[in-house]
């Protein structure tokens, strides 16, 4: 005698779909596919994040692909309008026209970057944020001193809730 158990006729097989959903019924919860507005908050955004994180895998994978595929097109589309019935003599003139402008663009944006490096060579122009005291950081978080000295201390911290609302609330 094996230990695989044996399905008796009539009953849902493993791959019958309706089996599944019979076996998840005789409990008393139904379940969250079907009932969306029993998740909590956490299975709300958890769910949330996969999906939009799924959705930016496939856009990061697929997508350069489908632009491969529209640069190769546009490529044999310009071959065919403008280059297929070119005598030689008309191909190297437009290769020199377009070669013309591509060097003046570059020598335009080269130039720019180079006078901005000459205009600003040697200054420093960023600032250090100016140093905040402690009593004026106490004071924009609503907090003693006391407090602000404990928390600056901590190596690990877990703020409760009545904590935050104090330091975050709007005073007018």
Known sequence: MSNIPTKREGEPSDL????????FTRYKR?????RPEL???WQLWSSSFLTVFFWVLWL??????LSLLAWAAGLMIIYELMLQNLPLSE??????VYGIGIGVLLLLYLGYALTGYLR????????P????SLDLLAASHHLDMETLHTLQSSQSLVLPDELLEQMFEKRH
């Open 16 to 23: 019958d779909p309706k089996g599944a959903v019979a076996t």
């Open 30 to 34: 139904p379940l969250i596919m079907r």
């Open 39 to 41: 998740q909590n908050g």
């Open 60 to 65: 990061y994978i697929f997508m350069p692909l």
């Open 91 to 96: 191909l190297l003139h437009i290769l020199k």
């Open 120 to 127: 600003f060579r040697g200054m420093e122009r960023r600032k």
């Open 129 to 132: 944020a100016p140093e905040v």
